[in-house]
């Protein structure tokens, strides 16, 4: 865990969390089911080259980065083949993050979900993984905004639908692109490490921001954002 330059120097009234890697264990199995198709075209891709081009971007990026690295064009039917073969990964796979449900049923203010994946995407992620009860219709996506993250776009449009300010915003991201794109907003910024493609994994960041790997370790970092003093489940 890491200390935070950008301190909790205002009262927190609205929390926005990233979706893949966040809420739902997702990008081992995104990382699995794209690096076998690109696999299938002649582009091969490591973990370690996932992790460090496609995690927390959108997939307009991972196509650029595709044509820019392996001169090789992804096409409109390779997204759509890539979707169908996710959305039946994750109807059998997916999972939340560990004692998400807990976590979320001990928050005191407002959240809402900001994501780079499309909207059928985590729409499908919400429902197999039952969170669509904790967040309603209060889902955000790259596509409503002109650019995606590291570019704080998405988190402003998140924060101006909810009626509160930047600066009373904390976005929870698992991503480098997330967590400069939250702090490009101007927002406070906790990374949350506790799913499978971080598990162990040792990170580096040049933005120095507090990094939880458990849902309790929210609490213990800001006491004042639980319905209840007590963290134990």
């Known amino acids: 865990m890491k200390a935070n330059d950008l301190a909790i120097n205002s009262a927190i009234d609205l929390i926005i969390f990233d979706c893949d890697g966040v809420l739902v264990d997702s990008e081992v199995l995104s990382q699995r089911v794209l690096i076998e198709m690109l696999a299938e075209i002649g582009v091969a891709v490591s973990e370690e080259y996932f992790l460090t081009h496609f995690l927390g971007y959108n997939f307009e990026h991972v196509t650029a980065k595709v044509f820019s690295d392996f001169s090789v064009k992804l096409t409109a039917e390779f997204r759509e083949n890539y979707r169908d073969k996710l959305i039946k990964v994750f109807a059998v796979e997916l999972q939340q993050t560990q004692d998400l449900a807990w976590m979320l049923s001990q928050i005191n203010v407002k959240s809402c979900v900001a994501t780079s994946g499309s909207p059928d995407k985590v729409r499908n992620s919400l429902h197999y993984t039952k969170l ?43 991503s480098n692109a997330g967590v400069r794109a939250g702090l490009a907003a101007n927002m406070q910024v906790i990374r949350y490490t506790g799913a499978s493609h971080l598990s162990g994994l040792k990170t580096t960041m040049s933005d120095d921001v507090t990094t939880i790997d458990h849902w309790t370790e929210l609490f213990e970092q800001i006491p004042s954002l639980s319905s209840s003093t007590k963290t134990e489940r």
Do not use: W
């Open 132 to 174: 669509e009860q904790y967040f309603g219709n209060r889902v955000f996506t790259s596509s409503e905004v002109k650019n995606g993250k590291p570019a704080p776009d998405l988190f402003l449009h998140a924060a101006n639908k909810m009626a509160v300010a930047p600066q009373n915003c904390l976005v929870i991201e698992d």
